[in-house]
């Protein structure tokens, strides 16, 4: 047969694609059960997501979440830290913790002939974790010798300066790591004060993902129940209040620079607070971000790569949070080439507002990852605990998976456009560069007023 | 445990490999060309990356970008370039796999007609730009760079790392683009795996109908890959914009898939995988002088190295890491590894291969694996032979690996702060990059 080449060939009809089941079962202890069958590899995943993430940070702690986080698999029970790694090795598993603004994650991905112990200590981990003082400084150092070295990192500097300056005191405006003078400050009794506060059951989702031979649904929960149904529950009743939802101060709206002389790039962010995860307009905004910048064939990628070879690539974000999260574009770009980039930058967030709405043919390129490409998410254990976390972690409805498409669907450019002058507001921005002030070009006529400058290590 | 397949050489010597998933209804698309960086020339390196990117930018039949087509039914595109080989793939709804192989095959049929001065000069600086970010902008970025140059003599295909020298990008004309392409992007030089939503069947079908008419193109000639071994320590130090000095401890080892190969990258688990590995434990967790480690079997076809690099903690000189790690080394060369220490890093061992299998496309995942097992070895199916390798591997054939290996040859590269030329190993030898 020969190959018609004159133009592309159509793609047939959308396969069918039924989301993963997810069954619940909350544990007389208050700690919600959530498993999904997946049948490829005889591995299970579970996700245990602990509603104590930085924004709980008190004030002057900035970092204790994190720490507290990192200390889990420092021993528990009745092991120490070697001894409980020993045992997590000869499972096969591989432990993953991440402390977000938000929450705090712990995956264990393991082989499915280990899921019992490998739950148990698991368990161990999030419910008993040992808290050792000497363990805690011997983390302690390895984060300060870690922001040491962030020093030295265009994207992290820029990352924590423009979230300082976008939240201020608001438990959003530190990155999860904390600062030297926290960490330097902090006793070894803290994070065992942060965890008997926040660690409870009732604060706790477990979603566990595996394959159907180690018995489904049921059995899958039932390991949970074991591992997990003997935590008590603090039965104070407290409820504690979501940093989330305090006001946010308003954000600074200057150019920042931090000097980083002789770099041949400069690291660019700019941005404001947005808009929480709970927005009506989540699904207009999560569209309209792979249209201005969130994809390979977006506007700000094709422009600052495409078109004009200033980076490597250039990309925008809305970070959907409980609270109100960041919308930001980032790019690293040739230094003499910075102001340039940032003037195209601020054209492009400018124009997608009014001047160059968002076409229909846009809304079909931005919109296919999240239709046509949709089932592509859920083809790991992992990916499909990560979605199914998603839930958990935004109180979202049992009919979300199954609705995402359709309401996706129904977008009109329009909505586009319209989320896009709602949510993205030009006269708010804060514009943050990494780099050498000498090589980046006329910065000061880019009518963001006059650049302040602020050190790296400030 | 093994991956099935099904296997077929085209007339014109294109390998098709498929394998059915139908777990997801998604198909991964996979090129493999058997060429990268080692076939570069000294004085040109960088080229096989840059060409890499060129292949995006739209071939005589759809003279414009590669992904927004993949996007738009749905699908995801990516490719990269290392020493040994590129690989161009595209995950796509099962529905969409024609326009996958169309695009696959109009690149590797008709990529010259369509391209341009412009195209080569804007990714020519994206390429520069890449290079700035993970590089030159970047601690410690140098130093792979500084490595390899000082592992193998300056005519062997690994002296050079695969992004290139800057001035070299400079000179790339597009006359090499055109040589090369003729040369190595050619059905011959190529392997085409398929996994997922798709009929075996079927599938080679298709791959017939789409690259079967392709030239096959000549027989690229092998490269020279001798080079002299290490006699004995060469100590060097870098310079960078750091605070905390990194030690670089580099021997040459076995290539991907020799004799030992499996086995060194067991000893780097047992040496710095995970808290309870010796090194971790000894100079992270007891002695705290070292914020760091990691140690790999950077597997590659033509030869590896094996390498150990430790951060310094605050205040500790890299002489001090050195000697920790030497003990350790020592210990682990005197009697190799117990046997609990061997059962910890089999099982790790076992999940990796495992995690692998989770996906059909993507970088690792079943599609690519398939096609690195055939380039490599000339057959997709290895998976379990593979694993066997790994399985097989006992106490004593880890001690005779690293006692073999991990010997006084070896190049010691500190990294030091700016003006901190003292905190470097005695003896060291600054080297110049850029």
């Known amino acids: 047969m020969s190959i018609d080449r004159s133009r592309l060939p159509l793609a047939g009809p959308e396969p069918r694609f039924a989301f993963p089941e997810i069954r619940r079962r909350r544990l007389s202890n208050g700690l919600d059960t959530w498993t999904a069958v997946h049948r490829e590899v005889p591995l299970v995943s579970v996700l245990v997501i602990v509603r104590a993430g930085a924004a709980f940070d008190p004030a002057d702690r900035p970092g204790l979440a994190a720490i507290t986080g990192d200390l889990l698999d420092e021993g528990c029970g009745d092991l120490d830290a070697l001894a409980l790694h020993e045992t997590l090795g000869r499972l096969g598993a591989q432990l993953d913790t991440e402390v977000g603004a938000d929450a705090a994650l712990v995956g264990l991905t393991t082989l499915e002939r280990s899921a019992t112990p490998a739950l148990a200590l698991l368990s161990d981990m999030i419910a008993r974790p040992r808290l050792e003082a000497a363990d805690f400084g011997r983390v302690r150092d390895l984060r300060l010798n870690r922001l040491l070295q962030l020093r030295d990192m265009p994207p992290a500097v820029a990352e924590r300066v423009f979230t300082q300056r976008l939240y201020g005191a608001h438990p959003y405006g530190h990155l999860p790591i904390g600062s030297d003078a926290s960490l330097g400050a902090m006793g070894a009794d803290e994070p065992r004060a942060f965890h008997g506060r926040m660690y409870d059951p009732s604060r706790t989702t477990v979603i566990a993902v595996g394959n159907g031979s180690y018995g489904g649904h049921a059995a899958l929960a039932d390991a949970i129940e074991t591992a997990f149904g003997a935590w008590p529950a603090d039965h104070d009743g407290r409820v504690l209040p979501d940093p989330a939802a305090l006001p946010i101060p308003p954000g600074s709206t200057e150019l920042v620079i931090v000097p980083r002389e002789g770099a041949p790039q400069s690291e660019l962010r700019i941005g404001h607070v947005a808009v929480a995860r709970t927005s009506t307009d989540y699904h207009a905004l999560v569209a309209l971000n792979l249209v201005l910048g969130g994809q390979f064939v977006s506007r700000i990628n094709t422009n600052l790569r495409e078109r004009k070879g200033y980076t490597y690539g250039a990309r925008t974000s809305f970070e959907f949070r409980r609270g109100r999260g960041p919308f930001a574009l980032q790019a690293s770009v040739q230094s003499d080439a910075t102001a340039d980039a940032v003037r195209e930058a601020l054209s492009e967030l400018r124009a997608i507002r009014r001047e160059r709405p968002v076409t229909a043919e846009e809304l079909e390129l931005g919109r296919a990852p999240l239709t046509r490409g949709y089932p592509r998410g859920f083809e790991t254990a992992e990916q499909i605990g990560r979605a199914a976390a998603q839930l958990a972690l935004y109180d979202l409805p049992d009919d979300y998976f199954t609705t995402f498409v359709p309401k996706v669907l129904a977008l009109t450019p329009e909505d586009l456009t319209r989320a896009a002058a709602t949510h993205i507001d030009p006269s708010r921005f804060l514009t943050v560069i990494v780099g050498d002030r000498s090589t980046m070009g006329a910065v000061d006529d880019l009518g963001l007023g006059e650049p302040m400058t602020v050190e790296a290590n400030g | 445990m093994d991956i099935p397949f099904i296997h ?88 969409a796999v024609e326009l996958a192989l169309w695009m696959e095959s109009d690149r590797m049929g008709y990529l010259l007609p369509a391209l341009t001065d412009a195209k080569f000069e804007n990714q020519r600086n994206v390429v520069l730009n890449e290079r700035r970010q993970n590089y030159e902008n970047r601690p410690y970025g140098f130093a792979g760079m500084s490595l390899v140059a000082a592992l193998y003599p300056p005519d062997h295909p690994y002296h050079w790392m695969t992004i290139g020298a800057a001035e070299d990008l400079k000179a790339a004309r597009l006359d090499d683009v055109r040589a090369f392409f003729q040369t190595y992007y050619r059905p011959r030089n190529a392997s085409l795996a398929l996994a997922g939503d798709i009929e075996a069947d079927r599938a080679i079908a298709l791959a017939i109908d789409y690259f079967g008419d392709l030239d096959a193109g000549p027989e690229p000639r092998s490269v020279d890959t001798r080079y002299t071994p290490l006699a004995g320590e060469t100590r060097l130090v870098l310079q960078d914009r750091i605070e905390l000095p990194r030690l670089y401890l580099a021997w040459h080892a076995p290539a991907l898939f020799a004799e030992d190969d499996a086995e060194l990258d067991l000893v780097s688990e047992v040496l710095a995988g995970g808290k309870t590995s010796r090194l971790y434990r000894s100079l992270v967790y007891e002695q705290r002088i070292a914020t760091e480690i990691a140690a790999s079997q950077g597997s590659r076809e033509l030869g590896s190295f094996f390498q150990i690099v430790a951060t310094a903690a605050p205040g500790r000189a890299l002489a001090e890491v050195e000697q920790a790690i030497a003990r350790e080394l020592a210990r682990f060369l005197e009697t190799g590894p117990e046997a609990r220490e061997l059962e910890r890093c089999l099982a790790q061992a076992e999940a990796h291969f495992l995690h692998r299998l989770q996906t059909v496309g993507g970088f690792g995942g079943k599609s690519d694996q398939l096609n690195a097992y055939n380039v490599y070895l000339g057959t997709p199916g290895y998976f379990d032979r593979d694993l066997a390798r790994y399985t097989n591997a006992g106490a004593a054939s880890l001690h005779r690996a690293a006692m073999r290996w991990l010997g006084a040859g070896r190049v010691a590269l500190s990294v030091v702060p700016h003006g901190r030329a003292a905190l470097a190993l005695e003896g060291s030898q600054p080297v110049s990059v850029s």
Not at chain 2, 15 to 36: K, L, R, S
Not at chain 2, 57 to 86: K, M
């Open chain 2, 8 to 95: 077929q050489k085209l007339a014109n010597g294109l390998d098709v490999i498929v394998h059915e998933d139908h777990d997801c209804p998604i198909v991964a698309v996979n090129v493999w060309y058997h060429v990268g960086s080692k076939n570069e020339q000294p004085g040109r390196t960088g080229f096989a990356h840059l060409f890499e990117h060129l292949m995006f930018e739209g071939s005589q039949h759809h003279d414009s970008g590669y992904f927004r087509p993949l996007q738009e039914v749905g699908g995801v595109v990516n490719g990269s370039t290392n020493a040994d080989r590129t690989n161009y793939w595209e995950v796509v709804p099962a529905n």
